[in-house]
Structure formats: C-alpha cells, structure tokens
C-alpha cells in the first residue's frame, strides 16, 4: 500500500485536527439562513472563536502620565463649545473642567449645602444664612479653583479665606452684606484687581462698613485697579488710607453713601485716581472742607449720576477736587439749574462734556461755560428740555460746527429738526408753510 493511501486511512489526533475556515463553515452551516434569526444569532455566537479575557479592548490611557497643569493646558486650547463633551470622558477630566470656570453664577445655593432646592429671595429674612454660604463656597472653590470672578451674599470672613485658598487667580469680587468683620478675610487674594461692596440698599438689607472696614480693605488689596462702594459708613480716613495704600486704584465709584462729613477731601490722597463716580447720592458731603488746596492730579474724568446738586459748597468743593477732569457726565442729576453749572467753569482743560436729563439747564447756561472751554471737542445734550434750538446763538453755533462730535437731542422736536436737515427733506417746505 503507498504511502499517501496509509495517511488517508490512518486515524488523525483530535489536537492535530486542522481547524475549519471561516468559508467551510459558512458551506457546511448553509442551512442557517433558513433558521429564525434568534436561532440564527444564537449558533453563530457558538461558531465564534472565544475572546481571552485577559485581552483589553480599549488601549491604554496615555493621559494618566501627564500631571494636572499639563493636561488643563492642552483643554485650554480647545474651543468652549466642545469642552462640556470632554468632561463626560472620565472623571478626572470632569474635576479638571470645573478648575477651567472662570465664571459661575448660582441664584440657588442649596444644592452645594444639602442637595436640596432652596428658593433665592433678596429679603434680608429670608437670606441663606452665613453657614450655608460658607459650606457653598467651600464646595465651589473646590471645584473651580480656576475661577477669575465671584458674586456673594452674606458671607464670613472664614468663607472669603476658603475660597482664597482655592482661588488664587481670582481677580473680581462682588460682596454683598459684608461688615468690617467679613473684610478681614479678603487680604488673603493676591491677584484681586476689582472689588464691589455693596454693604446695605434701602428695603432690602442693612450692614456695616466703617473706617475701620476700609482701613483693613486698603491694607489687604493693595493692587486694586477698580472699586466700588455702595451704601458705605466710612469718612476722610478711610478714604485717605484707600488712596495712601491703593496706589494703582483708577476707577473709585462711591454710590448711595453715608459717610461721615469731610470724607471728600481724602481723594487727595488718591494721586492715580483717574476717573471718579458718584451714583444716587442724596448730598455729597454733609459739611466739605473750605479749604481744599489740592486736587487729584491724574484725574480725568468725572461722571455724577442721579445725584442731589442743590448745595454749592459742596458742588464747588467736588468741581475743585476735580478741576483737572477732561471729561464731565451729568446723568439725571437733580438740582443742576444754571448757578449750579456756572462752578463748572473751574473744570480748564475739559474735551467731553456730556448731559442728560437735566431738566433745569438752559441753553443760556449751558453757552456761559462752554464758550471758555477752548479744547472741547465732544458734546452731548440728550433730553434737557430747557435747552431750545431757537435759543442757540451764532457763537454758539460756531463753537458746534469746530467740535469733533456733537450729539444735539435735547428734546425729540430737535431730534427730529436734526434728521430731516440731515436728509435735505423740508428745505423747501418754509417758502409755503408759516411757523405758528
């Protein structure tokens, strides 16, 4: 017998068995096209060759072997819109998304405390307490440690340290129903470059801030660029202190005060202040000094908004404090009639002059100070109905046509006089029809 019929007849070990292909089996199995598809699916799984569960199907993440600071970087460049998907990869990159908030606003708090809704309400009663933010707060920090600016009501001095600890570049804070008390804690922000206290509003709630609070305030944020005090008890030295330690202040807004008489003579001591607002103030100084002899030397614009200006000593105390403003906004300030505005002649060097609402100026007024401000520029008279287009002289036309913008609406009458001369429509209009 040969050999080759030998080999055909001897029997074959099970372990030398050559495995069957994947198209013998698909030829030898045919008939399981015709099977249901449960049948179908569930032969074909027994066909399957097993997978080793040693064998990992995801490969391995690399990203594991970069620190924390590297990785927040690379996220960084990717746009905003596509990084809420990347912290749905895993929960690292789901911490490392909250350290990338910059900005976060919670009108409801209650789930950083306890997990449960609170309702948000502005009555000073019905306030979260001071234990509930500070828990809040330490559980935001903690979570977004990248944050540049925060708003926050009725908090302590421990919370303001927690969230100093966590947040080292934050840059803006907003208080509200903060006290001398709670300002201890906000030294401890080295890169805080605006801060807004809002230390009580009328029918809503009422705290404390004194020359004490703004003494530890001038102390603690020494690299404040903007600041804004609302509802403030504090006087002359509390603000000499903000201007002898904040020498990089710019921008001092002082709104709805209450501070004690002569506190306007600190902003001498403000030598960088360069642009001064004062917003619903009810008087300005109680009693200012007389005999101010210096002024805020790199001051350059001054803006009052819904202001009381019916006292003189104390407007002619301001304009003197700010005689070196180039720019000067009246918003809605009551008071302002022609004696009043006739102090601004102290302003020498003013290029803007901008008014709104002042109701008891008149064009008359308005042209004995302007006429001697020889480097105007830009002038704006919105809704001042006092002011009338019939009452313009020539040489306060000329002055209009050598300014390099005039915004001229003190009432819609001129507003709409303004737009048709524009147009050209109406020129001819004076040669049939007779002004009644």
């Known amino acids: 017998m040969s050999y080759r019929g030998k080999k055909e007849n001897s029997p074959v070990s099970p372990l030398k068995k050559r495995r069957a292909s994947w198209s013998e089996l698909w030829v030898n199995h045919h008939h399981l096209l015709s099977s249901s598809p449960l049948d179908f699916a569930a032969k074909f799984q027994s066909l399957t060759p097993p997978i080793s569960k040693s064998k990992t199907l995801l490969p391995p993440d690399f990203t594991l072997l970069l620190p924390d600071l590297i990785l927040i970087r690379i996220i960084e460049q990717i746009p905003k819109s596509h990084r809420k998907n990347l912290s749905l990869v895993c929960k690292r990159w789901f911490k490392l998304h909250g350290r990338l908030v910059r900005s976060l606003r919670l009108p409801d708090w209650g789930f950083l405390a306890s997990g449960s809704y609170q309702s948000w309400s502005f009555f000073e009663e019905n306030l979260l307490s001071v234990e509930v933010v500070d828990r809040g707060l330490k559980a935001l920090a903690g979570g977004c440690s990248n944050l540049r600016k925060l708003v926050v009501t009725n908090t302590s001095e421990l919370g303001l340290l927690n969230v100093a600890e966590e947040c080292s570049r934050l840059q803006e804070l907003e208080l509200h129903k903060c006290s001398d008390s709670v300002l201890l804690g906000i030294g401890s922000f080295e890169n805080l470059q605006i801060l807004r206290l809002v230390v009580s509003v009328d029918g809503l709630y009422h705290s404390l801030v004194s020359d004490i609070g703004l003494m530890i305030l001038a102390q603690g944020c020494k690299r404040l660029v903007k600041l804004e005090l609302v509802g403030c008890e504090g006087g002359f030295d509390g603000i000499k202190e903000i201007g002898q330690c904040c020498q990089m202040l710019e921008e001092l807004t002082v709104c709805d005060h209450k501070m004690e008489s002569g506190w306007l003579g600190g902003l001498r001591y403000c030598e960088n202040l360069k ?45 003197k404090m700010c005689e070196a403003a180039r720019e000067i906004v009246f918003q809605d300030c009551w008071g302002l009639d022609n004696d009043i505005f006739s102090m601004a002649a102290a302003f020498g060097r003013v290029k803007l002059l901008y008014l709104e609402g002042c109701s008891l100026l008149t064009t008359s007024g308005l042209e004995s100070v302007i006429l001697h401000w020889h480097e105007l520029e830009h002038l704006k008279v919105v809704s001042c109905k006092n002011i009338k287009d019939s009452e313009v002289s020539p040489s306060l036309s000329a002055l209009f046509s050598a300014l390099v913008e005039l915004q001229w609406r003190p009432d819609t009458r001129s507003h709409l006089s303004s737009s048709l001369t524009e147009t050209g429509i109406g020129g001819k209009g004076g040669k049939f029809f007779k002004k009644t």
Request: proline fraction near 4%; charge should be neutral; include cysteine.
């Open 275 to 319: 642009t001064l607002r004062l917003v619903s103030c009810k008087k300005i100084d109680n009693d200012p000094d007389d005999e101010l002899s210096c002024c805020c030397p790199a001051l350059e614009r001054l803006q009052l908004e819904k202001c009381q200006l019916r006292d003189k000593n104390t407007v002619k105390a301001l304009f």
